[in-house]
């Protein structure tokens, strides 16, 4: 599928490349690239050749997030509208959460607003050393209103999301390591070749394995402790009676490399 907005490149071992491409505007969306990006984001997700999806954006920034100059006038849009479009890109960064497969994101100079929110969305964050993390919302008189609060919160806790979120902070990508906000910092312009690295090791991995266990740790953020206990023997029963799984303990046991399947 050719894409105006968003370029796809396939890597070897099944690591797709996913590049938001509108590197003039800091790779903000409009409607167009808002539609792309989730065509894109959900072929990946039901793509069976896909191990790994890798998010990264063109040019100086990795995203602004939503390009304000195109969205018209707010209040005549009034609240239900904009509820609705809101819900386009809300529908993207949940496909990312959810999708049962790694996502790693390469950032590289800004992630703001919705750039941010994109991230956090993303199972790994691969950062260069000068990359910033932004939330700006506050100084124009909004929220971080697509998943920044929800999601900011469970990952560094309420005193420090309302730090962020309430203050407007700008994280350098070294302090966001250090928050756990960021899984590795690698030297400015590395990101994406550091990303495509983690991706390649995760790609080595059992990828029915890695499914469910994003599946199951997504949903323990929002379950009671033997709730989630329930999830991981029901998860582990199906994974027991994979090929995957019978592959991958002959090789251990025959001290090879395992083949996996996917099945």
């Given at each position: 599928m050719g894409y105006e907005f968003v370029a796809i490149d396939e890597r070897a071992g099944g690591i797709r490349v996913l590049t938001l491409n509108r590197p003039d505007r800091l790779n903000a969306w409009n409607s167009q690239m808002r539609a792309e990006m989730r065509e894109a984001v959900e072929d990946s997700a039901a793509d069976p050749a896909v191990r790994v999806l890798v998010l990264t954006g063109a040019g100086r920034g990795f995203?602004?997030?939503?390009?304000?100059?195109?969205?018209?006038?707010?209040?005549?849009?009034?609240?239900?509208?904009?509820?609705?479009?809101?819900?386009?890109?809300?529908?993207?960064?949940?496909?990312?959460?959810?999708?049962?497969?790694?996502?790693?994101?390469?950032?590289e100079g800004v992630a703001a607003g919705g750039g941010f929110e994109l991230a956090l969305s993303c199972d790994f964050?691969?950062?260069?050393?000068?990359?910033?993390?932004?939330?700006?919302?506050?100084?124009?008189?909004?929220?971080?209103?697509?998943?920044?609060?929800?999601?900011?919160?469970?990952?560094?806790?309420?005193?420090?999301?309302?730090?962020?979120?309430?203050?407007?902070?700008?994280?350098?990508?070294?302090?966001?390591?250090?928050?756990?906000?960021?899984?590795?910092?690698?030297?400015?312009?590395?990101?994406?070749?550091?990303?495509?690295?983690?991706a390649e090791k995760l790609a080595g991995m059992a990828p029915l394995a890695l499914g469910m266990a994003k599946l199951v740790l997504n949903t323990c953020t929002d379950v009671d402790a033997e709730t989630g206990r329930r999830l991981e023997r029901l998860g582990q029963s199906v994974l027991k009676t994979t090929e995957d799984h019978r592959e991958g303990a002959t090789a251990f046991l025959e001290k090879r490399p395992p083949q996996w399947r996917g099945r």
């Open positions: 995203s602004a997030g939503e390009d304000v100059s195109e969205m018209g006038d707010l209040t005549a849009m009034g609240t239900r509208g904009f509820r609705a479009l809101a819900r386009g890109i809300h529908d993207v960064f949940d496909t990312v959460e959810a999708m049962e497969v790694p996502v790693v994101a390469a950032i964050r691969v950062a260069g050393e000068s990359a910033r993390l932004v939330m700006p919302e506050a100084r124009v008189g909004l929220i971080p209103g697509s998943g920044g609060c929800s999601r900011l919160v469970r990952h560094v806790g309420l005193g420090r999301a309302k730090e962020l979120v309430m203050l407007g902070g700008t994280l350098r990508a070294p302090r966001a390591a250090e928050l756990g906000l960021v899984t590795e910092v690698a030297p400015d312009g590395g990101a994406l070749d550091a990303a495509v690295a983690m």
